[in-house]
């Protein structure tokens, strides 16, 4: 069999920002920025604070801002530290009585198990055990070797274990089946925008920033010149160049799900990290990258995902069910968009 991964990678953002018109020169506005990995990716934060805010005061707030995704990280969403609120729930599965989370989690939880329901399971995240036994993302990150197909009946046998309609959850109380685990990777990153902005919100210091967490973007206030936001969407063909921008004012979140970033080889076919949660297989809806566009970055993370399983058709509907747009590119490099969303979307020449 052969297998070709990718080399040990910081992973490259799926959506960059460019912030190429937003020269200051003029105004009293300062640009603050800084860089972190965590969440498994690149957090990229480009603020900007008033004139009368020290430098120092600026940074601060950007270091709350990190401060902010490592503690989401570490204290709530990670699968993998103990810390995490979610790997208590996972602990706990099947054991008697219910955990409790904490009250702005739940309501996340509530509104991503929607999200479920509606998209027909097409975003699950009790699908922790199928994921991890794929573990494309460990292999495409170059932190484990030797890629082995899983087998079909490990497959068959981690599915049993899933499942999103047998989690119960009781305003801020859930309880998960023996056996079942929750992954939040789908969902985190759009959750850790959606929690930046209303940090942000505290903070009149900040008149503009645009923030990125992996493939999720916040963009909120405006820029000194008062230009749009410009937001790259990645070609998935060659994810070193642009299918074209998002041209954005004021607050906005926009996330991007696609096959070209987390993935391994094996004789030409493409295994990537979305798992159609049917099957248990990588998602094969002819589609390579989603990227959704609206007002609350927890449903644009998690739609993004459903999009992505569900394809192009039924992806649009579900994008208008909640109001929100979307830019599909599929396999062959066609663009299908929702209304509302060529007003944001300007081709790259
Ligand atoms: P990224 O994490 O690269 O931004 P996504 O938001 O699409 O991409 O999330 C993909 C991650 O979500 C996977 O790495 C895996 O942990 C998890 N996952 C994969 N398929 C599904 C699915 N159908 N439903 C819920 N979670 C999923
Ligand atoms: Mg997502």
Request: net charge negative.
């Amino acid at each position: 069999m052969k297998s070709f991964q990718r080399k040990k990678y910081l992973p490259a953002l799926i959506v960059c920002v460019c912030l190429l018109s937003g020269c200051t020169k003029g105004t009293s506005a300062k640009p603050i920025s800084r860089t972190d990995t965590a969440m498994g990716t690149i957090i990229q934060q480009n603020l900007y604070v008033t004139g009368q805010t020290s430098q120092e005061d600026g940074q601060s707030i950007a270091a709350d801002v990190s401060a902010l995704i490592g503690h989401l990280e570490s204290d709530i969403l990670s699968w993998r530290l103990e810390t995490s609120q979610i790997c208590r729930v996972n602990e706990n599965a099947g054991k008697p009585g219910k955990t409790e989370i904490p009250e702005e989690f739940a309501q996340e939880m509530k509104l991503i198990f929607e999200v479920s329901e509606a998209s027909g399971g097409a975003l699950d995240v009790t699908i922790a055990d199928v994921v991890r036994l794929w573990d494309i993302d460990e292999y495409a990150a170059g932190e484990k070797a030797d890629f082995q197909l899983p087998q079909q009946e490990a497959i068959k046998k981690a599915l049993e274990d899933t499942g999103f309609e047998r989690v119960t959850l009781e305003g801020n109380l859930i309880s998960l089946p023996v056996g079942m685990k929750l992954d939040l990777g789908a969902v985190g990153k759009g959750l850790a925008c959606g929690r930046i902005e209303k940090l942000l919100k505290e903070r009149p210091e900040v008149t503009g920033a645009v923030i990125s967490v992996g493939g999720s973007v916040l963009t909120y206030g405006e820029k000194p010149d008062k230009t749009p936001w410009k937001v790259g969407i990645l070609n998935p063909d060659q994810p070193g160049s642009y299918a074209g921008y998002l041209n954005l004012s004021g607050q906005w979140f926009i996330s991007t799900s696609g096959d070209y970033e987390r993935y391994v080889e094996v004789d030409g076919k493409r295994y990537h990290h979305i798992i159609d949660p049917s099957t248990g297989y990588p998602a094969d809806s002819g589609v390579s990258s989603v990227t959704i566009l609206g007002n609350d970055g927890l449903l644009t993370d998690a739609l993004s995902t459903a999009c992505f399983v569900l394809g192009v058709e039924d992806g649009l509907k579900l994008v208008q069910e909640y109001e929100m747009m979307a830019l599909f590119i599929d396999q062959e490099g066609n663009l299908f968009m929702t209304d509302g969303m060529e007003k944001y979307f300007q081709e790259a020449e």
